[in-house]
């Protein structure tokens, strides 16, 4: 099999990621590195691309230290903590394991204080985090910070996927189901008055528990609540729920009305 190359297209994609995450550790005060990385039901998690110490710590942190960001990407909340290498949420991640497995890092390590990771609903399975390492505590002000930049964080993970031409067509079905996920996560914020990471956990526990794809329960809530189809382009793309859909589209409704 021959190596992939990178084209220059990629490399452009990639560097709008990179910048974004530039202007983010330019808007928290006290950022040591940022990340964007991807997390899916069935995959294992990866990096999309870092800044600073993040190249090494978010790594190091979905390959077996644990800690917030691996932490956001499997429950789908926002993960902040003031102290990352004592919060007993995470007891392999400690200031000395660091040292001892990357020191390369080592004179950074010491400084690592307070992260903040903020999932980003981005498709039927899985989800994008976007986080910060601070050398002080991270706090919900933090996160505010990361909220205001989710939808570039979503807009420049797109480009970036779509100028690898073998995930083209991947992304074109993950927009539509997108756009799906992004109607029925309103309404469950306007019914629950929650933030969207909420909402967004709603809409997967949901599916879960009825053993349906959020994308077909997106639909099925927005087309049950408007009364008409959904509108979605013609195609091998249309998202067509069932009837296990629909039913589980009632009871949320149903769960979501009471309050």
């Given at each position: 099999?021959?190596?992939?190359?990178?084209?220059?297209?990629?490399?452009?994609?990639?560097?709008?990621?990179?910048?974004?995450?530039?202007?983010?550790?330019?808007?928290?005060?006290?950022?040591?590195?940022?990340?964007?990385?991807?997390?899916?039901?069935?995959?294992?998690?990866?990096?999309?691309?870092?800044?600073?110490?993040?190249?090494?710590?978010?790594?190091?942190?979905?390959?077996?230290?644990?800690?917030?960001?691996?932490?956001?990407?499997?429950?789908?909340?926002?993960?902040?903590?003031?102290?990352?290498?004592?919060?007993?949420?995470?007891?392999?991640?400690?200031?000395?394991?660091?040292?001892?497995?990357?020191?390369?890092?080592?004179?950074?390590?010491?400084?690592?204080?307070?992260?903040?990771?903020?999932?980003?609903?981005?498709?039927?399975?899985?989800?994008?985090?976007?986080?910060?390492?601070?050398?002080?505590?991270?706090?919900?002000?933090?996160?505010?910070?990361?909220?205001?930049?989710?939808?570039?964080?979503?807009?420049?993970?797109?480009?970036?996927?779509?100028?690898?031409?073998?995930?083209?067509?991947?992304?074109?079905?993950?927009?539509?189901?997108?756009?799906?996920?992004?109607?029925?996560?309103?309404?469950?914020?306007?019914?629950?008055?929650?933030?969207?990471?909420?909402?967004?956990?709603?809409?997967?526990?949901?599916?879960?528990?009825s053993n349906v794809k959020v994308r077909e329960l997106a639909v099925a809530l927005v087309e049950l609540l408007a009364g008409a189809p959904a509108p979605q382009p013609d195609g091998?793309?249309?998202?067509?729920?069932?009837?296990?859909?629909?039913?589980?589209?009632?009871?949320?409704?149903?769960?979501?009305?009471?309050?």
């Amino acid at each position: 099999m021959r190596p992939r190359t990178t084209t220059g297209e990629q490399v452009r994609a990639t560097a709008l990621l990179e910048e974004l995450l530039e202007r983010i550790a330019a808007d928290v005060p006290g950022t040591l590195g940022a990340a964007v990385s991807v997390h899916h039901d069935h995959e294992l998690p990866r990096v999309a691309a870092t800044h600073g110490l993040a190249a090494v710590f978010v790594p190091a942190q979905l390959n077996g230290f644990g800690g917030p960001v691996a932490t956001a990407g499997r429950t789908g909340r926002p993960v902040v903590t003031a102290d990352v290498c004592a919060d007993e949420r995470w007891p392999s991640l400690t200031l000395s394991g660091l040292l001892e497995h990357h020191p390369g890092s080592a004179a950074d390590w010491p400084r690592v204080r307070g992260v903040a990771a903020l999932p980003v609903a981005w498709d039927a399975e899985g989800t994008l985090v976007l986080s910060v390492a601070l050398d002080r505590p991270a706090t919900e002000q933090t996160l505010d910070v990361l909220r205001r930049h989710q939808r570039l964080a979503a807009v420049a993970f797109v480009v970036t996927e779509a100028a690898h031409p073998d995930r083209m067509n991947q992304m074109l079905d993950l927009l539509q189901s997108r756009a799906a996920l992004e109607e029925a996560k309103g309404i469950v914020i306007a019914l629950r008055r929650c933030e969207p990471e909420e909402a967004w956990t709603t809409l997967r526990r949901a599916s879960q528990e009825s053993n349906v794809k959020v994308r077909e329960l997106a639909v099925a809530l927005v087309e049950l609540l408007a009364g008409a189809p959904a509108p979605q382009p013609d195609g091998e793309r249309t998202i067509r729920p069932g009837a296990a859909a629909r039913e589980a589209a009632e009871r949320l409704l149903r769960v979501l009305e009471r309050g």
